[in-house]
């Protein structure tokens, strides 16, 4: 079964500063990895995926990573703002060509003060 | 348009009663899913529907029951509610062209507790 971690479970930062959430997963049979935003009360919000041939996707202040080999995925914020504070999830997805199912992890809730 | 929406907002319930979460998307979406996150805990699927008349079980589809009779209603049904099922509800849909480029887009979720 597919077990997704991230680490770590909270992060505090200034404003400003440069920052990396780091997502496992055990098995590398995937076909997609996707990050969301999740604000307290609301649903999720994609904010990359990548897709099991590509190495990374870029989206403004954004930049996921993913390496299928070692299991690993890396998330990296630059120039941090307020408004970035949310919880981040990861999800693999895992399934056929037909139909994927996510499996997520339980998040990094990031915290940006000024 | 409105993307995915959700209804109730939050809802309390007693141990034995019944509801149905309503969850509706105008993306004209074939694909829709059932989620539930507990606190602290990523998302877990409970139920999913790759079109109308098609379901078929998650993870930790015990408990509930779905059905698909349009493109854009995906209802989930709680029978004998338990402290258990205590959770955040998130519906989504998607529209995968091709293999490796689903996004799925999340409503806004309902918040049920169930005493």
């Known amino acids: 079964k597919q077990e997704v971690t991230q680490i770590p479970a909270a992060l505090s930062v200034p404003e400003g500063e440069n920052l990396v959430l780091n997502c496992s997963f055990t098995d590398s049979a995937i076909y997609n990895l996707q990050w969301f935003r999740q604000d307290p009360g609301k649903g999720l919000t994609s904010l990359l995926l990548i897709q099991s041939s590509q190495r990374e996707q870029t989206s403004g202040r954004l930049n996921a990573s993913l390496d299928k080999s070692s299991g690993r995925s890396t998330l990296y914020i630059a120039a941090s703002q307020p408004g970035d504070s949310a919880t981040y999830l990861c999800a693999v997805g895992v399934g056929s060509s037909t139909l994927g199912r996510l499996y997520f992890g339980r998040g990094t809730q990031l915290t940006v003060w000024p | 348009n409105a993307g995915v929406t959700q209804t109730p907002k939050f809802r309390i319930l007693k141990i034995g009663q019944s509801m149905t979460l309503q969850c509706t998307q105008d993306m004209n979406h074939n694909y829709m899913y059932w989620y539930r996150q507990d606190p602290g805990m990523g998302l877990k699927l409970i139920y999913y529907s790759v079109g109308a008349g098609i379901t078929d079980k998650g993870e930790v589809p015990n408990g509930y029951n779905v059905s698909r009779s349009t493109t854009e209603d995906f209802p989930l049904r709680l029978e004998l509610a338990a402290p258990s099922q205590t959770s955040v509800y998130f519906c989504?849909?998607?529209?995968?062209?091709?293999?490796?480029?689903?996004?799925?887009?999340f409503g806004p979720g309902t918040r049920l507790t169930v005493l």
């Open positions: 989504a849909s998607s529209s995968p062209l091709r293999q490796g480029t689903d996004t799925q887009y």
